[in-house]
C-alpha cells in the first residue's frame, strides 16, 4: 500500500511540473486590418467597385459557398467582381450591411486569417420586401491585402433578378 501511495504522489508531483504549453495564436479586434476588412465591406455595399477592388491582391481568389479544395471550386477576383456587379443591376436594388464581428487571427507561423460575420438587408428590383441575408466569410490576409475570400451565404432568399 506504501508502495502504491508513494508511486501516486510521484506522478501528482511530475504532473504538476510539467511545463504549461500555450498557443501562440493571437487574436485581434481592431487595428489596420480589421480597418481594411471594413472598408472591403463598405465599399462592396456601397458598389464602390474600385475601392473593392484595391483590397486584394492582383491575382486573388475566391470561392463562395463551395469547399475551397474542391477543383475549380475558386475563380478570380475578377471573375467574381464581375458577378457582383451583374448582381447588382439586376438583383439587389438595395444593399446594407449590419455592424458585424470582425477579427484577424495570427497563427503561430505568422499565418494571418481576417474573418467577418455580417447581415446584409437587400430588396430587390421586383418588390419593396427587405430581406435579410447573414454572411460569414473568411480572408487570408497578406498584409492588408486579401489573396483568398471564402464566403458562406444562403441565396434561398435572394429577390428575384429584374425582368428586362
Known amino acids: 500500500m506504501k ?7 510521484l506522478l501528482s508531483i511530475s504532473a504538476c511540473n ?12 481592431e487595428g489596420e486590418q480589421i480597418d481594411a476588412l471594413k472598408s ?24 463562395h459557398n463551395v469547399w475551397y479544395q474542391n477543383e475549380g471550386a475558386s475563380i478570380s477576383i475578377d471573375e467574381m467582381l464581375t458577378q457582383h456587379k451583374w448582381n447588382r443591376e ?8 449590419n455592424e458585424g464581428i470582425y477579427e484577424i487571427i495570427t497563427q503561430e507561423k505568422g499565418g494571418q486569417f481576417g474573418h467577418v460575420w455580417i447581415e446584409f438587408t ?13 454572411v460569414y466569410l473568411s ?9 483568398f475570400e471564402w464566403a458562406f451565404y444562403d441565396t434561398s432568399s435572394f429577390p428575384k433578378p429584374k425582368i428586362n
Open 90 to 97: 439586376n438583383i439587389f436594388s438595395s444593399l446594407s450591411v
Open 18 to 29: 510539467q511545463p504549461e504549453t500555450k498557443s501562440k495564436i493571437n487574436v485581434e479586434y
Open 40 to 63: 472591403l465591406i463598405t465599399s462592396f455595399t456601397e458598389g464602390d467597385w474600385e475601392t473593392y477592388r484595391s483590397h486584394f491582391k492582383s491575382d486573388a481568389t475566391v470561392a
Open 122 to 134: 437587400t430588396k430587390g428590383y421586383n418588390s419593396d420586401e427587405e430581406v435579410k441575408i447573414p
Open 3 to 9: 508502495k502504491i501511495a508513494t508511486l501516486l504522489l
Open 139 to 147: 480572408f487570408l490576409m497578406d498584409q492588408n491585402k486579401v489573396s
